[in-house]
Every structure is written in structure tokens, then in C-alpha cells.
């Protein structure tokens, strides 16, 4: 009755989990750093790819990780942790970016960035890439 005896539902993030997150936020804080101060960033930020790239990175992160398989619902609140991270603590910010994100999903530019993302997490993680950039690179080139 009310729901009062109700089970509450636990999200069973363990620290391999968080510290994949974490590890994706530090390398996409540096590749942001260059790119807060360019004409139409705000913008920019919020484009498809932009999105997709972010929100696939965070995706290769926790894949490229040691933590256990996580639920469809739980990768999209293990992202708004990670962009909660990138966006300085702002979690307002981070439910609807990613809730916009999600969205987005199935469009080409979305696609194109997730696939991107996550595969130079992969690539990182796995000693083929020494940086991860390609999101600056876009940035750049995009604001001009």
C-alpha cells in the first residue's frame, strides 16, 4: 500500500564502473580544455556527433573496463555521472544533455560520433592511440 514495503531499486555501480567514468571524464576534461573559449562552443557541444562522441567514449570506457555488463537504463546514468564530471558538477545540466543525447540516437551524426568515441576509447585503452583528441579536433575545425 503507497509503496511503502516496496523494494528501492539499487544501482549496483562498483568501483570498476566509477573509475572507468572517471578515467573517460579526465581525458575528455583535456580535450575540452582548448575548446570552451571558441566562437559557438556552446553550440557546438551540441551538436549530433558532439553528443554521440561523448556519450560512445563513456560507452567504450565502461566496455573497455573490468566492471561487470550493465543494463541499457544504467549505462545512461553511469553517462549523466561522467558528463556531470565534464560539466564541472552541474547534474541539471548533465540529466538533460544526456536525456537530449539519447534522443539523438539513430541519427547519422549521433551514430557517427558514438562509433567514434567509443572506438578511440578502445584504441587508447589498448596502446594504439597516445591521445585521445578527436572531439577537439572537431570542435576546432567546426568553429571555423
Do not use: W
Amino acid at each position: 500500500m503507497f509503496g511503502l514495503f516496496k523494494k528501492k531499486q539499487t544501482h549496483a555501480f562498483q568501483d570498476a564502473h566509477r573509475n572507468a567514468i572517471a578515467r573517460a571524464a579526465s581525458l575528455l576534461q583535456l580535450q575540452l580544455a582548448t575548446c570552451k573559449s571558441l566562437p559557438g562552443y556552446s553550440r557546438l557541444i551540441r551538436t549530433d556527433f558532439a553528443r554521440g562522441y561523448i556519450y560512445g567514449f563513456f560507452d567504450g570506457a565502461i566496455q573497455a573496463s573490468e566492471a561487470p555488463e550493465v543494463s541499457d537504463s544504467d549505462l545512461v546514468l553511469l553517462n549523466m555521472i561522467g558528463h556531470g564530471i565534464i560539466f564541472g558538477g552541474d547534474s541539471a545540466l548533465a540529466e538533460s544533455y544526456v536525456a537530449e543525447s539519447v534522443q539523438r540516437q539513430g541519427t547519422d551524426g549521433f551514430d557517427a560520433g558514438q562509433s567514434c568515441g567509443g572506438t578511440e576509447f578502445f584504441d587508447f585503452a589498448q596502446g594504439k592511440v597516445g591521445q585521445t583528441n578527436t572531439l577537439e579536433h572537431y570542435l576546432h575545425k567546426a568553429s571555423q
